[in-house]
């Protein structure tokens, strides 16, 4: 694992997807198929994915849909062996200014109330909990935090899009497809 070197953010391509089955695997207990992300990067014009690499090695990603004013972060994760190096941070902060290019004011995300580290580094570059969605996740019932972010702070000068695909609103069933990925988040 390249725990040295410059970190580079950028798109998520189908040719990261075998390592990020690898990571998702090691970071879920009900991983994201390599099907599922390959959708998200095909065919959902709403998705938003990059990944951290280090030494030509990627070491995290997230994801986000971006629709109209809203952002929703469908996904997030670093590899065992590269946590707490801020990496998670760093992904974070990426989409939240990227989003804010785009012109969302806000973004939104769930986490498994048991979610300590996540819920740290999500109040640590401004979400609050704002309420929670009763046995979100189907494999053991827990309940989701739900928390919200103003994405006002951020300046936006950020580009991290391989395209320039635009959002037009969100439909039910693209909300419910979300939840189907996973319902982990
Ligand atoms: C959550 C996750 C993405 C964090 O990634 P990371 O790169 O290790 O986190 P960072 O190093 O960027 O941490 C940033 C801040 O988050 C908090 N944090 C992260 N991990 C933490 C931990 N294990 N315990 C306490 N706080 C933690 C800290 O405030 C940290 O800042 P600091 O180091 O200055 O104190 C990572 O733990 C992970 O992949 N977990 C499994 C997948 C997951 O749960 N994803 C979230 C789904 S909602």
Known sequence: MANAGKLIIRPMRTTDLDRIQEIERASFPVPWSRSAFYGELADNRFARYIVAQRQDEVIGYAGMWLILDEAHVTNIAVHP??????????????????ARSQGAAHMTLEVRVSNTPAQRLYQKVGFAPKGVRKGYYTDNQEDALIMWAELSRFDGRVDCSADERTSSGESGEQRGRKDELRGDE
């Open 81 to 98: 062996k590269a946590r707490r190096q801020h990496v998670g941070e760093t992904l974070l902060r990426y989409l939240m200014a990227y």
